[in-house]
């Protein structure tokens, strides 16, 4: 080897690896055949979109003919509903002369062999050739009367199935035979068989793979070029859903064929706006691909021989770089060896929990190749892991996240860090958190700690934390409110808060030993299907039984969370919302219950943390009552004081009134003994 070769550019060294080679390979395939079928899609889609583009027109060419034979007929209709002998005939209800008309149109037009007159109310007065079964009778239920008395102009009806003649499909041409005035006095039926437009149909040509349907405005077949001609009308197979597919006049969809498991049938249809006949024209898959498949042969020829091409080249060059992988090899095994020892020493040193894997089945499962001391400390297993399932160790992983973690991380190469979860197994409990990367070598590392301690504990503080602050809402609105409902409205939302409950209520049990409820979550309201003036009512006087009874009939907690089976139920009323787990908390003042606060409906069921939580929520619950009730009768007690108060003040008003009269008296009755002593003692004075 050369110093040139020893010092070439490693720019080509990833080819020494045969797996490189074939991936290259593949890719190229990949990419080639990518832009191969590209191509070919795109030449495909355009011989396809030419080959819709023709079937839509045949589609509108046909169904122009088919209205050109039907306005044929029309026309003729109508040229003969305007003569005024027959104008005449109609008015007076001449048969005779009516069916010499008739017999005219007949010798004219051989094909219309089944006319019919009506009146203006639909009842048949005359017919060629004589049919004793319609005369008569009254056909103002059919389309085609309905639709002449509506439109004032020829109309085309459904098909149906004639019952006199050549039983077998037709469609009714009906013209109006009107009067001076311009009023409708008579019409004019024609019963057009299918027949007679499949000869029309059957003249125009047709390549292979391609097929002509013509139907009513309800599916009904009238020709159909795909299948044998049936008397009896059947209905289009594909008529409603093309219909709900695209409403438009021309359009085309496509649909399994029903004779040939594997085709598709491109199907192109008009509207014939006048008549409201649809012609579909349907192509076979194939003789679409018939038309590009020389096209495809030669792409796939030029691309197989650029293919060998390249990959010749990429086996030349893999062959030079070879012999320099070899020494490289060499080279990069004695740093192998020195870095393992190093690793192996640091690997069971570390204080994290460190675990190897390696993907097998394709990254369905992996296996253990390392576990440090830490690891095997943390999760209780042995040395004697290693080529081991991760499933088979770890059966707590089954069908969990840390899995799909794995699996993306060897995947993609991207490191991803797990949250914290509780891993659980027959053996242990414990809860951690997941760093995940992959090593150049394909193996995925979990780095992992247990954070039991610090997850619990972090648990309880935030537990704590929305206690204490469903607490203080609770004490906050005690102060503002007077209302006890608003109180208990204010404990039963945080108690909701707290336990991520669905529905709850708070209640009181009355003194007569009845259940009165004095809160219910605006949830439960809404869930409810019972008309809200009818539920408050039956809230209240309630009997004490049931599964909410038994807290106040035990006078402890209670935590059901299969309350189907549990044994004192006795069902919920009519229009009250499912009840798929509970969990109730009596209301105890000085030992006594005096109601109870009741939740339920959590995601997953109620444990001891939620009845913990609430029965702390209780007592301050209790506590806001009771301050409340206090408040209530200081409340009671200064009215009751001030209004004694104003009673004794108008009393000693009253008394003071009294005696003031009583003093005036007095005072008159002093002042005239003095007057009176005074005029004795003059008196006295005189006589002396």
């Given at each position: 080897?050369?110093?040139e ?5 490693e720019?080509?060294?990833w ?19 990518a ?54 005939a ?27 007159i ?42 149906v ?72 009308p ?58 590009v ?12 021989l ?19 992988s ?10 192998i ?109 979990s ?41 208990a ?36 309201w ?39 089976a ?8 009519a229009?009250?919302?499912p ?20 939740l ?16 702390e ?28 108060v ?26 005239k003994?003095?007057e ?8 006295e004075?005189?006589?002396?």
């Amino acid at each position: 080897m050369t110093p040139e070769e020893n010092h070439r550019p490693e720019s080509f060294a990833w080819l020494a690896k045969r797996s490189n080679v074939v991936w290259l390979a593949l890719i190229f395939f990949l990419i080639l055949s990518a832009a191969s079928f590209f191509l070919i899609y795109g030449h495909y889609r355009d011989a396809r979109e030419q080959v819709f583009r023709e079937d839509r027109k045949s589609a509108k060419l046909i169904s122009l003919i088919v209205e050109a034979y039907l306005n044929e007929i029309r026309s003729t209709l109508e040229s003969y509903a305007s003569r005024p002998l027959l104008l005449e005939a109609v008015r007076r209800r001449d048969v005779l002369a009516a069916k010499q008309h008739l017999a005219s149109l007949n010798r004219v037009s051989p094909g219309m062999d089944s006319l019919l007159i009506a009146d203006k109310l639909g009842t048949v007065w005359i017919s060629l050739p004589d049919r004793p079964d319609v005369l008569g009778k009254n056909f103002a239920w059919r389309d085609w009367h309905r639709g002449v008395i509506r439109e004032k102009k020829p109309y085309v009806g459904d098909a149906v199935l004639r019952v006199t003649g050549e039983k077998d499909a037709a469609i009714h041409i009906a013209v109006p035979i009107f009067d001076k005035k311009k009023e409708i006095i008579g019409i004019l039926l024609n019963a057009t068989r299918a027949v007679e437009i499949g000869r029309v149909l059957r003249r125009a040509p047709l390549e292979e793979g391609l097929s002509i349907s013509v139907t009513d405005r309800n599916g009904t077949l009238l020709y159909s070029s795909r299948s044998a001609y049936a008397k009896t009308p059947g209905r289009y197979p594909f008529f409603d859903v093309v219909k709900k597919t695209t409403g438009a006049e021309l359009s085309t969809v496509a649909f399994p064929d029903p004779d040939e498991r594997g085709n598709m049938l491109h199907i192109s249809r008009a509207i014939l706006p006048g008549a409201g006949l649809h012609v579909f024209v349907e192509r076979d898959q194939r003789s679409i691909w018939s038309s590009v498949w020389s096209h495809l042969v030669q792409m796939t020829a030029i691309s197989t021989l650029l293919f060998l091409c390249v990959i010749m080249l990429v086996l030349y060059i893999r062959k030079r770089t070879i012999a320099q992988s070899a020494l490289e090899r060499l080279e990069t095994e004695r740093e192998i060896s020195a870095g393992r020892s190093r690793f192996s020493e640091l690997f069971n040193q570390l204080k994290s929990a460190v675990a190897i894997y390696q993907a097998i089945d394709g990254g369905k499962d992996f296996e253990i190749l390392e576990l440090n001391a830490a690891a095997r400390r943390i999760t209780k297993v042995d040395r004697n892991v290693k080529g081991k399932s991760v499933r088979d160790i770890y059966p707590g992983l089954i069908n969990h996240t840390l899995l799909t973690t794995f699996q993306n991380v060897w995947r993609t190469g991207e490191p991803e860090e797990h949250p914290t979860f509780l891993y659980q197994d027959d053996k242990q409990t414990f809860w951690t958190d997941n760093y995940v990367f992959k090593l150049p070598s394909g193996e995925v590392v979990s780095v992992f700690e247990d954070v039991t301690a610090r997850k619990l504990a972090a648990d309880k503080i935030s537990r704590q934390t929305r206690l204490l602050s469903a607490i203080n809402r609770l004490f906050a609105e005690t102060l503002k409110s007077r209302d006890r409902e608003a109180v208990a409205r204010t404990c039963l939302a945080a108690a909701q808060s707290i336990t991520n409950s669905e529905l709850g209520f708070i209640g009181e049990v009355s003194p007569d030993g009845l259940f009165n409820t004095t809160a219910v979550s605006d949830t439960g309201w809404r869930a409810c299907a019972i008309p809200q003036k009818e539920a408050t009512a039956v809230l209240q006087n309630m009997i004490i039984r049931g599964v909410w009874g038994q807290v106040i009939l035990r006078q402890q907690s209670l935590i059901v969370n299969d309350p189907g089976a549990f044994p004192d139920r006795v069902g919920i009323p009519a229009g009250h919302p499912p009840l798929t787990s509970f969990l109730g908390v009596p209301l105890k003042d000085e030992g006594k219950t005096i109601g109870m606060i009741a939740l339920a409906n959590r995601a997953d069921g109620y444990t001891g943390e939620q009845r913990e939580d609430l029965e702390e929520l209780a007592v301050s619950l209790v506590e806001a009552l009771r301050r409340n009730k206090a408040e209530e009768e200081v409340r009671k007690m200064n009215l009751e004081l001030e209004k004694r108060v104003v009673e004794r003040t108008e009393d000693l008003a009253a008394k003071t009134a009294e005696l003031e009269r009583i003093n005036r008296v007095f005072v008159d009755r002093e002042l005239k003994m003095r007057e009176l002593k005074a005029r004795i003692a003059e008196l006295e004075k005189k006589e002396g």
